[in-house]
């Protein structure tokens, strides 16, 4: 019967996962053509993107903290709502304010109750501990299905009806989220348990962050953030730059979400075989390879594609690795709320890594300087992971 329902709690995580992560990589897609319907400039689109990276990361982890106290479905169907309307917001008014209003906070608070980083905390709560890294991997497998539907179908509405109402169509998928919400965690598993009220939140992130291996975590999450955000909101535009089909850059960002599908599952499984850390550590560094390679290179189609396709095989594997690594140290009481902690260094990177990408190519009509910085910052993030120690118990923090 547990095993039924841990089912059924990863395939809803997956969906609101799916709709939530899959449309915000699409938001590269309507970076050049958004600005030239509706008069919106490349940095007012870039910088409400890195804005929504910012929101999402503050949001986190009041949100995960509203998930492990009230349950994580109902947390998701509140974004899927404000996703759908901020989204909407843009399609019918298209400006530059309704555009950060819109793109950079509501879907970020959306994305912040709905995305991977909420529900993968219910599917750690639903798992035994043995289990528990090979479903996370799981889910986020299923999730990264939405960037590999949503993105062609993104593509195809802005050749067909323009990018507003293509993104008006986006707003109709984030409604997706409230069926699967009502399935994943509609109310908390242990009702009996304590649960930490908001006002602990902040007392509880200073005794984590405290904690020499969980900041050792936090600080290498900041460059998951940097580099993925820079690369789902600007590679379009760069290879557009570099004199590139459209098709390329959303046929990239298709194959990101389609190689994930395995990748997540296989980095998730992983986890339950080495220390998480480990693991992350190398991730980080075969993306620094990765990106320092198609730096180098010229830029060719086939090239793309195939930076794509590595880059998908390890895209979002992090996620249900870092969740690992924090069961281990704390459990799955405080799951939602201690991710969201390490999540918010992750968005501080997203939102630096788009917001100043934005400027650079505003500047200089290029970001050739931006990918050394890149490579940088991902081994920084292979020597944070493995300065961590070894095994660990799992051992709440105290309320």
């Not at 789902?232 to 959303?250: D, E, K, Q």
């Not at 599908?261 to 990765?290: N, Q, T």
């Amino acid at each position: 019967m547990r095993n039924q329902s841990v089912w059924a709690v990863v395939a809803a995580a997956a969906v609101a996962g799916s709709m939530a992560m899959g449309i915000r990589q699409t938001y590269g897609l309507f970076l050049l053509p958004l600005g030239a319907e509706g008069g919106i400039s490349a940095v007012a689109l870039g910088f409400s993107v890195a804005l929504h990276n910012l929101t999402w990361g503050l949001a986190q982890p009041v949100t995960g903290s509203l998930g492990d106290r009230y349950g994580a479905g109902r947390v998701a169907a509140v974004g899927g709502l404000l996703y759908a309307a901020g989204l909407a917001l843009v399609a019918i008014y298209p400006s530059a304010l309704t555009a950060l209003l819109g793109i950079g906070v509501m879907t970020g608070i959306g994305v912040g109750c709905a995305g991977t980083g909420s529900v993968i905390a219910a599917v750690g709560r639903a798992a035994t501990p043995e289990q528990r890294a090979n479903m996370m991997g799981i889910a986020a497998a299923g999730g990264s299905v939405g960037q590999a539907l949503l993105v062609p179908y993104a593509q195809t509405g802005i050749g067909w009806l323009g990018a507003a109402p293509a993104l008006g169509a986006m707003a109709i998928a984030a409604l997706f989220i409230l069926p699967a919400a009502r399935v994943m965690e509609w109310s908390p598993r242990n009702p009996s348990a304590p649960h930490r009220a908001l006002s602990e939140l902040p007392a509880l992130a200073r005794r984590a962050l405290g904690e020499r291996d969980y900041a050792l975590l936090t600080v290498g999450f900041f460059a998951c953030g940097f580099q993925l955000a820079f690369l789902t909101a600007h590679l379009p535009a760069h290879l557009a730059l570099c004199g590139m089909p459209a098709w390329v850059g959303a046929t990239s960002l298709m194959l990101v979400g389609l190689f994930n599908i395995p990748g997540s599952w296989l980095c998730g499984k992983l986890g339950s075989v080495i220390r998480p850390e480990v693991a992350l550590g190398a991730i980080y560094l075969a993306r620094s390879v990765a990106i320092a390679l198609f730096a180098a290179l010229p830029v060719t189609e086939w090239g793309t594609l195939l930076f794509a396709a590595v880059l998908g095989s390890i895209w979002l594997g992090s996620v249900p690795l870092t969740a690992a690594a924090i069961a281990r140290r704390f459990g799955t009481a405080d799951l939602g709320a201690l991710y969201g902690v390490c999540f918010f260094s992750h968005q501080i990177g997203g939102f630096l890594g788009v917001g100043a990408a934005a400027v650079l190519v505003a500047q200089t009509g290029s970001y050739a300087a931006f990918w050394p910085v890149m490579v940088l910052v991902g081994l920084g993030a292979v020597l944070a992971n493995w300065a961590t120690r070894g095994p660990i118990r799992a051992a709440a923090l105290p309320a």
